[in-house]
Nanobody
């Protein structure tokens, strides 16, 4: 069983940056594809970014391409989401997710393990 704990959320002005972290435990971290998703009030949880077990492959939602960067440190069992040029529409709870898979998945149904989420609020 994999446990995921996100951190790094907060309140930031539009145009600012945040770096989210997700620490994993209870499994072999380097076996897992890791993803970030977000959910705004009244909306479905949506894909943000994902990274392969080695870090060599990444995928991004169109809305964050060029602004967000996903990375991982397998020695620290941690995945990161660097968020730059933040916009008010990025405001949401951000969730980390993991799945033991050979492909980089972009749907919520593809992931087996989820963190509790961290709030990101971007003011205009």
């Amino acid at each position: 069983q994999v446990q995921l704990v996100e951190s790094g959320g907060g309140l930031v002005q539009a145009g600012g940056s945040l770096n989210l972290s997700c620490a994993a435990s209870g499994g072999t971290f380097s076996n897992y594809v890791m993803g970030w998703f977000h959910q705004a009030p009244g909306k479905e949880r949506g894909f943000v970014a994902a990274i392969s077990w080695s870090g060599s492959r990444t995928r991004y939602a169109d809305s964050v391409k060029g602004r967000f960067t996903i990375s991982r440190d397998n020695a620290k069992n941690t995945v990161y989401l660097q968020m730059n040029s933040l916009k008010p529409e990025d405001t949401a709870v951000y969730y980390c997710a993991a799945v033991n898979a050979g492909v980089v998945l972009t749907t919520t149904k593809g992931y087996d393990y989820w963190g509790q989420g961290t709030q990101v609020t971007v003011s205009s």
